[in-house]
Nanobody, 118 residues
Framework: QVQLVESGGGVVQAGGSLRLSCAASGRTFSGYAVGWFRRAPGKERELVATISWRGAAAYTDSVKGRFTISRDNAKNTVYLEMNSLKPEDTAVYHC????????????WGQGTQVTVSS
């Protein structure tokens, strides 16, 4: 399995930006799809963005045009660039990986807190 560590969370005012990083170790990362999930207090976990091993990205509607997921396989790292942040983006953000051809994300990071103040 891949071990994942997120970083880059923090407190930002509405309209601001943050970049989250998901660093992988343990295995070569290039053959894995990666997803960014978030869980806000009292809400279900939500899939925010995914990137395939080939670099194809997908987003949930609420973040389209504001968030960008990218990957640097040489650095074994996936990023989530978050712009025009809103208070409703406040959550703990986790990254997770899924080996190519598999259905479920089976390796998870510990999460990083993002707080957007109004």
């Amino acid at each position: 399995q891949v071990q994942l560590v997120e970083s880059g969370g923090g407190v930002v005012q509405a309209g601001g930006s943050l970049r989250l990083s998901c660093a992988a170790s343990g295995r070569t990362f290039s053959g894995y799809a990666v997803g960014w999930f978030r869980r806000a207090p009292g809400k279900e976990r939500e899939l925010v963005a995914t990137i395939s091993w080939r670099g194809a990205a997908a987003y949930t509607d609420s973040v389209k045009g504001r968030f960008t997921i990218s990957r640097d396989n040489a650095k074994n790292t996936v990023y989530l660039e978050m712009n025009s942040l809103k208070p409703e983006d406040t959550a703990v953000y986790h990254c997770a990986s899924r080996e190519a051809g598999q259905t479920n994300f089976d390796s998870w990071g510990q999460g990083t807190q993002v707080t957007v103040s109004s």
